[in-house]
């Protein structure tokens, strides 16, 4: 891992810094969608770094935040009844859903495990033939290949136990319905380098086309990030706007095409609501009829739900980069990580999170 | 935290049990972060409520018969119970031998409680009483009071061990937040989140390229070399639950002054660090079992971290920061990349995230 270094080295963010400082003549404002980023720009100081002209603002790619609540709560549905197992990456336990958390269902004696690989959830099954074994795929392309080689294997196993309560979202629609929003104030995108190194980044062409907007695919250490936003400097000063790889040591342009082709074999695109923006056409993944079978909402009833969202939350606001964590009146107060009201709060991507965390 | 009152008062004049976001226990209010903080605060503390325990010490310390004590205690229920680098027996002595090292005392004795579940192979509670045996051994204390319970299988994990012990604080020893100063150093005596690292991999089945070990040892020769060198070391913590990040805030908390410590001093290993930016997880928020913070004046920071060095396990001991008047109660670091940041408290558990 010495490879990373040169990518947390001060005298390259000063460099860094120094260029962006030179080439800024008037305000800009850019988006970093995905949420690594976000707390890679708070757990270093980045701000610190770059002049007042310059504006960060926190995109939607948080996927624990962006879940619906409507998920969260068919989960905690899912994960009470005795006949189940329910697995989840760790930072999805303690998203507040309408009335309790996942590790409030899990401390009541509910089966709820937190896995590291959702391989993980899939052995589970295997070692567990008399329960049903749910794993929570949430995430955004980055993800979805693991997730998604879940249900493969279960597939290829013969495993009649396993379920995958899929809220799978993309990035492409949400620039796209963030773009399209009255009131936008986003000038440039740092694209999700880690998403790109599935997807590839063929995709944001005729985005950065139809809005005029630079679109910077970036990875995730501080020095990547400054260059990121360097680069988008650069095309916003000389008014222009492509798409441009500054992630290029990981992402390729067509992207991993077997992790493609497992995608296209295991999901359908389908619409997604977006906790905190609302429905987006297209914006997601959804298990395909050939899988059907895999579906834990297929599989399970919950019945009706209904849901609580907290009013003094604004964490859409916040998820569309209208408004900073710091602006809303529960921040710090009401809302803390132990005790989240909305899901920024809660993982350390989350914007709210990341400000609470590093002091802002 | 939250605007309203601590306690409620409607359920009438019995003491009421205090307000809480929560109204069950969860993994989080052990861990040693804020829900950890707020049960001492809201439940233990104002019940409690007596001189010694309000200081919120390792170790309660207390005169009797011209002779200054340290007493402390703590339970160990870590899974699994052997890992690479130690057991679960180890881990108890070391443990508490620690906490008494740092109130400035000599461990002198030790009691063990086992709460063993049904069903444990007695090789392996064999393996475990041979190692707190080594482990005393080492660590120059003696084992002399216990006791056993044995719960039905399932009602407990394995085994569960407590262990209380006794020291003796040298005349002029005094450790305390309260002592620090505006200068002085903060040492920090070797290579951070070994213990936590370990006991995750182990516990998920994750490898890594090399292999990671628990940092489990007892600190008090380490400590006694220290205060044979400067007797005015301000304070020591064992940086354990909540990891170094935890200790610091306590301290910086406790002593009303600021912290600014230096990321790129601070003692880590590739494999651990890498570990760590795998998992989402901060090593600075991971458990210790061998480690020890120390503020020290600046005159004598030189010649104890030099001691520190000398011993077994503080050969990889650094001088990470210092303590400054201003931001009373924060710790705030220089990054890597030259940036300041504010280190804050653990909050809930760490949990790995999604991507």
Same mark, same amino acid.
């Given at each position: 891992m010495k490879y990373k270094d040169e990518y947390r080295d001060a005298t390259a963010a000063r460099n860094l810094s120094g260029a962006i400082r030179k080439s800024v003549s008037k305000p800009w404002t850019i988006m970093e969608i995905c949420g690594g980023q976000t707390h890679a720009i708070m757990k270093y100081g980045l701000e610190d770094l770059l002049p007042e002209e310059i504006t960060l603002v926190h995109g939607p790619g948080c996927p624990v935040c962006v879940t619906p609540l409507e998920m969260i709560d068919k989960a905690i549905a899912i994960a009470k009844r005795n006949d189940v197992i329910f697995t989840s990456y760790g930072?999805?336990?303690r998203v507040p859903g309408s009335d309790e958390d996942l590790l409030s269902v899990k401390a009541n004696g509910g089966d709820v495990r937190m896995v590291y690989s959702p391989m993980d959830a899939v052995t589970i099954a295997e070692e567990n033939p008399d329960k049903k074994v749910v794993f929570f795929g949430v995430g955004f392309e980055t993800t979805a290949p693991g997730n998604g080689m879940t249900v493969a294997q279960a597939h290829k196993r013969g495993l009649t136990n396993f379920s995958l309560l899929c809220s799978h979202v993309l990035v492409p629609p949400a620039i796209e319905a963030i773009l399209s929003m009255e009131g936008t104030q986003v000038q440039g995108f740092l694209a999700a380098g880690h998403v790109c190194t599935v997807m590839?980044? &063929? &995709?944001y062409l005729p985005l950065a086309e139809k809005f005029k907007v630079p679109i910077i695919v970036t990875g995730f250490e501080p020095v990547d990030i400054l260059h990121g936003i360097y680069l988008c400097v650069q095309q916003l000063e000389a008014g222009r706007f492509e798409v441009e790889n500054q992630y290029s040591r990981v992402v390729r342009k067509e992207g991993n095409p077997a992790a493609k082709a497992l995608l296209a074999d295991v999901f359908d695109v389908v619409d997604r609501k977006w906790r905190g923006i609302g429905r987006i056409p297209e914006s997601g993944f959804g298990i395909s009829e050939k899988y059907a079978a895999y579906d834990a909402e297929r599989i399970f009833d919950v019945g009706d739900i209904k849901v609580n969202e907290p009013e003094v939350c604004i964490a859409g606001a916040v998820l569309q980069g209208l408004r900073k964590p710091e602006e809303c009146a529960a921040f710090g107060k009401e809302c803390t990580p132990e005790h989240p009201l909305g899901a920024p709060m809660v993982s350390s991507e989350g914007a709210c999170a990341a400000y609470f965390h590093y002091g802002k | 935290m939250s605007d309203k009152p601590d306690i409620d008062l409607s359920g009438g004049f019995a003491c009421p049990i205090p307000k809480s976001e929560y109204d069950k226990v969860l993994l989080a209010h052990g861990g040693g972060g804020t829900l950890s903080s707020q049960l001492i605060q809201k439940m233990f503390l104002p019940q409690f409520d007596n001189p010694m325990l309000n200081l919120e010490h390792d170790g309660a310390v207390f005169e009797t018969g011209g002779a200054r004590l340290a007493f402390s205690t703590d339970s160990y229920v870590v899974q699994p119970i052997f890992f690479p680098g130690g057991d679960i027996g180890e881990l108890a002595v070391n443990g508490t031998v620690n906490d008494l090292a740092m109130c400035g005392a000599k461990p002198l004795y030790l009691s063990v409680g086992f709460i063993i579940e049904e069903g444990l192979p007695l090789d392996d509670l064999w393996r475990i009483v041979l190692s707190m045996k080594t482990a005393a051994d080492k660590a120059g204390v003696q084992i002399v009071t216990g006791d056993t319970k044995v719960v039905d299988r399932g009602k407990g994990d394995k085994i569960f061990i407590n262990t209380s012990g006794v020291g003796v604080i040298e005349e002029g020893v005094n450790s305390s937040p309260k002592n620090c100063r505006p200068g002085d150093k903060i040492l920090l005596s070797g290579r951070i989140a070994e213990h936590g690292v370990t006991i995750m991999s182990a516990r998920e089945g994750l490898e890594f390229e090399s292999a990671v070990q628990s940092d489990s040892a007892p600190l008090n020769k380490m400590v006694e070399e220290m205060l044979a060198v400067s007797k005015n070391i301000r304070v020591l913590r064992d940086p354990t639950r909540g990891g170094v990040s935890s200790a610091l805030n306590e301290i910086a908390s406790a002593a009303g002054m600021g912290m600014l410590i230096d990321e790129t001093k601070i003692p880590i290993t590739e494999t651990v660090r890498a570990a760590c930016d795998i998992l989402g997880l901060d090593p600075l928020y991971i458990a210790n079992e061998g480690k020890l913070l120390a503020v020290v004046p600046a005159e004598d920071a030189e010649a104890v971290l030099a001691v520190m060095r000398k011993n077994e396990f503080g050969r990889h001991a650094a001088m990470i920061g210092e303590v400054l008047e201003e931001n009373s109660g924060r710790v705030v670091m220089k990054t890597s990349i030259g940036s300041k940041r504010v280190v804050d408290m653990l909050s809930g558990e760490q949990l790995p995230r999604i991507c």
């Open positions: 930072d999805m336990l590839g980044y &063929e &995709e | -």
